[in-house]
């Protein structure tokens, strides 16, 4: 199993961009999670999917960010237009309701 | 108050030297917890779960107590290979859909 794969590893963009991050859950999973981690506030859930459904968007800043999640195996988090204080690692996760989660590897995102 | 809050650290041990960290959470509806491991600039892995009559993995010992809402993890004969930071995660109320607390995590330091 390739575990959670998620897209670019690294994404450098200018103020006021669109930025698209990518993930793919593990093959199965039925829940997926966007998380932002930064050094003051951690990990801050985003917006989580059960069965492709948005369940809890709750932790989602504001309406510049939004997440899709068309079929079982891809889902994007989209940000426009992007601001510097976006900068953070954001990590997708996929897990089967009430065991523990796999993550990806992260998306290291800095706005200019 | 935090959803699960952990000891601020950091930790810093010597080789060989016990350990160990606590967490509470304020959720008494939760029924999943887990240790997770962080190593800096990495995704959160599965270090392991949590079981309500304690549970051990090698040298890594996990306890709760669910009158308490109190969870511990005791690192013996720590490696310099353990530094890391370690978070405490506890599943949301049951209808959530899986849906896992993050604690701001307790940074481990394992001096030669």
């Known amino acids: 199993d390739a575990g959670v794969i998620q897209s670019p590893r690294h994404e450098v963009t200018e103020m006021g961009q669109e930025v698209t991050l990518r993930c793919k859950p593990i093959?199965?999973?039925?829940?997926l999670f966007w998380y932002r981690q930064t050094m003051m506030r951690g990990l801050e859930l985003l917006i989580y999917?059960?069965?492709?459904?948005?369940?809890?968007d709750s932790g989602m800043p504001e309406d510049r960010f939004s997440a899709k999640m068309p079929n079982a195996s891809f889902s994007t988090l989209k940000i426009q237009p992007s601001e510097p204080r976006d900068s953070a690692v954001y990590f997708c996760?996929?897990?089967?309701?009430?065991?523990?989660?796999?993550f990806g590897s992260g998306t290291r995102l800095t706005v200019v | 108050r935090k959803e699960v809050e952990q000891d601020p650290g950091p930790f810093n041990v010597p080789e060989g030297a016990t350990v160990a960290f606590n967490c509470t959470y304020s959720?008494?509806?939760?029924?999943?917890f887990f240790w997770y491991r962080q190593d800096c600039r990495k995704e959160p892995k599965l270090l392991m779960s949590?079981?309500?009559s304690g549970n051990e993995d090698g040298r890594f010992t996990a306890q709760l107590n669910r009158a308490s809402q109190y969870i511990s993890l005791l690192i013996r004969d720590s490696k310099l290979s353990d530094s890391a930071t370690y978070l405490c995660?506890?599943?949301?109320?049951?209808?959530?859909?899986?849906?896992?607390?993050f604690g701001q995590g307790t940074e481990l330091s394992v001096k030669p």
């Open positions: 999917f059960n069965n492709n459904v948005p369940i809890d």
């Open positions: 949590v079981y309500s």
């Open positions: 995660v506890v599943n949301a109320a049951h209808n959530q859909g899986g849906k896992l607390i």
């Open positions: 959720n008494s509806a939760s029924q999943s």
């Open positions: 996760a996929s897990s089967l309701v009430n065991y523990g989660y796999t």
């Open positions: 093959s199965g999973h039925n829940s």
